[in-house]
């Protein structure tokens, strides 16, 4: 079974403070993506990355920035945190045309 | 812009009864994928339709694929509570290019006894 785990469940942050999450995928994916997820806003693609190294911005990348230095590990990054950016992260992988996987998420609520 | 829309967003239905939500995308994909939510859980996979005319059942569920009306529908047949959820469509135009989806807001299905 294709295992994507995420570094913490649930996460309490001041504003301001540099924020890291991070997912590691155990199925060889070429492609990993962040979203949030925001009541009545559905999944939104913050970033994604479909190679090492390699990254392309989603629809709301604004506050963000990740990095991918090994094939099974994407780090989204809040550079500052700020209240706005409290919300479910939710990080997946894929390979072709094969559907997403989906970690368990990350609940982050900034104060 | 790809716009992808659900209908209904929400729906109350009784147990043993019928009911079909639809999924709209405004550009051109012949490349759908349909996903299942538990409250407070993460997003597991229903179903992958890759072609015009694909349909995939799974148990009580069916979903299809019409690429020309821009068009998937996810059937309930007999619903049973179990299914209480919420069910999301995600759409793929990058042409095979990066795999990046667009997703609807999402269905919030309750199945009432």
């Known amino acids: 079974d294709v295992k994507v785990t995420q570094s913490s469940r649930y996460l309490v942050k001041r504003t301001g403070e540099k924020v890291f999450l991070e997912c590691v995928q155990d199925?060889?994916?070429?492609?990993m993506f962040w979203y949030r997820q925001d009541p009545g806003l559905g999944l939104r693609l913050i970033y994604f990355?479909?190679?090492?190294?390699?990254?392309e911005k989603g629809d709301i990348p604004e506050g963000y920035s990740v990095s991918r230095e090994k094939k099974e590990r994407f780090s989204l990054i809040l550079e500052s945190a700020s209240t706005n950016q409290t919300s479910m992260y939710l990080c997946?992988?894929?390979?072709?045309?094969?559907?997403?996987?989906f970690g368990p998420g990350t609940r982050l609520l900034v104060l | 812009e790809l716009k992808v829309e659900q209908n209904p967003l929400f729906l109350s239905m009784q147990e043993g009864k019928n009911y079909t939500i639809y999924c709209n995308y405004s550009?051109?994909?012949?490349?759908l994928y349909w996903y299942r939510q538990d409250p407070g859980k993460s997003l597991e996979s229903l179903f992958v339709?890759?072609?015009?005319?694909a349909v995939k059942q799974e148990g009580r569920l069916m979903a299809s694929l019409d690429t020309k009306a821009r068009l998937s529908t996810l059937h309930i047949t007999a619903a049973v509570h179990d299914l209480s959820a919420t069910y999301f469509c995600?759409?793929?135009?990058?042409?095979?290019?990066?795999?990046?989806?667009?997703f609807g807001k999402g269905t919030l299905l309750t199945v009432n006894p």
């Open positions: 997946a992988s894929s390979t072709g045309l094969e559907t997403q996987y």
């Open positions: 339709l890759l072609s015009n005319g």
């Open positions: 990355s479909y190679d090492v190294k390699m990254k």
């Open positions: 550009t051109t994909s012949d490349r």
């Open positions: 199925m060889d994916h070429e492609n």
């Open positions: 995600a759409v793929d135009i990058s042409g095979g290019s990066n795999y990046k989806l667009t």
